[in-house]
């Protein structure tokens, strides 16, 4: 089976047993890979984000993180660690899509296998909105910004009064 006829990675929740309204990868995710559809929501994007996990697109993962961060990430070790997952399923706990002028927050859980067993990695995510697409702002990498810089999004601000908040 091809995968743009496989159910889509976002779509399986192994804490849910709600199996009847599962999308197809090619009805889902994949416009958002193939670069045709942008998330119109940081949960979509978190969504498209995990699938580009599960199907190992580094590239897609790099481009969707703020683009000031981009070139600070190893697109090998995401590439690995993708490939080296046996993943299981995606949970969204919570989304709350305002936060301020521009940020957003999704608590979620990836669910991976292991020889003892499928665990979860549970993380609350922050995004930002740029020119009208949602980022996802990695926590993870490691800048040299003040908190008196402008801000890493481009919004103008002082980095302390918008993605600082997220990122201390």
Not at 7 to 18: H, K, L, M, V, Y
Request: charged letters at 20%.
């Amino acid at each position: 089976m091809s995968t743009s006829m496989q159910t889509c990675p976002c779509q399986i929740n192994p804490t849910s047993d709600n199996l009847s309204t599962l999308l197809a990868y090619k009805d889902c995710c994949q416009p958002y890979h193939d670069g045709i559809n942008k998330a119109d929501t940081a949960e979509r994007l978190m969504r498209t984000r995990y699938s580009a996990f599960v199907l190992v697109k580094p590239d897609y993962i790099v481009a969707t993180t703020v683009p000031a961060q981009q070139n600070f990430l190893d697109i090998k070790a995401i590439e690995s660690w993708a490939r080296e997952t046996d993943w299981a399923g995606l949970e969204i706990v919570a989304h709350t899509p305002k936060l301020g002028k521009r940020h957003a927050q999704v608590d979620f859980k990836a669910y991976f296998n292991t020889p003892d067993g499928t665990q979860a990695h549970q993380e609350l995510s922050s995004f930002v909105k740029v020119n009208e697409r949602w980022y996802f702002l990695d926590p993870t990498v490691s800048m040299s910004v003040t908190q008196k810089q402008p801000c890493i999004c481009g919004s103008g601000e002082k980095f302390k009064r918008c993605c600082g908040v997220y990122l201390s």
